[in-house]
């Protein structure tokens, strides 16, 4: 199960985009798409229907959940993530530094 969900802060901490900050597009099995990062070209042919223009578009590729952290804004660093169930039993995220809540911007 994932622990990084769609709009979370996070940051690279393996590959060619490390260090570098982003907000996450995506999710699948395994992987990622942060906004603006790990861009690639993809040469893309024209099409009537959509409307689409053919051209070089520049877009985001996935990365792998392992090569990212969600990033703590009280703590300015990389952080893991673990559940924490309230008496209510409602379950919440938690960073594992400091035990604060996990806030979704959307």
């Given at each position: 199960m994932?622990?990084?969900?769609?709009?979370?802060?996070v940051i690279?901490?393996?590959?060619?985009?490390?260090?570098?900050?982003?907000?996450?597009?995506s999710?699948?099995?395994d992987?990622?798409?942060?906004?603006?990062l790990n861009?690639?070209k993809k040469?893309?042919k024209?099409?009537?229907?959509t409307g689409?223009?053919?051209?070089i578009?520049?877009?985001e590729?996935?990365?792998h959940?392992?090569?990212v952290?969600?990033?703590?804004a009280?703590?300015?660093?990389?952080?893991?993530?673990?559940y924490?169930?309230d008496?209510n039993?409602?379950?919440?995220r938690?960073y594992k530094?400091?035990?604060?809540s996990?806030?979704?911007a959307?």
């Amino acid at each position: 199960m994932a622990k990084i969900k769609k709009g979370d802060q996070v940051i690279v901490i393996a590959g060619k985009e490390k260090g570098k900050q982003g907000t996450v597009l995506s999710v699948s099995e395994d992987r990622v798409k942060v906004e603006g990062l790990n861009l690639v070209k993809k040469h893309q042919k024209p099409n009537r229907v959509t409307g689409a223009e053919g051209g070089i578009v520049t877009q985001e590729a996935s990365l792998h959940i392992s090569n990212v952290a969600i990033f703590n804004a009280t703590t300015q660093k990389a952080d893991r993530v673990g559940y924490q169930v309230d008496e209510n039993g409602t379950k919440t995220r938690v960073y594992k530094s400091n035990g604060e809540s996990v806030a979704v911007a959307k």
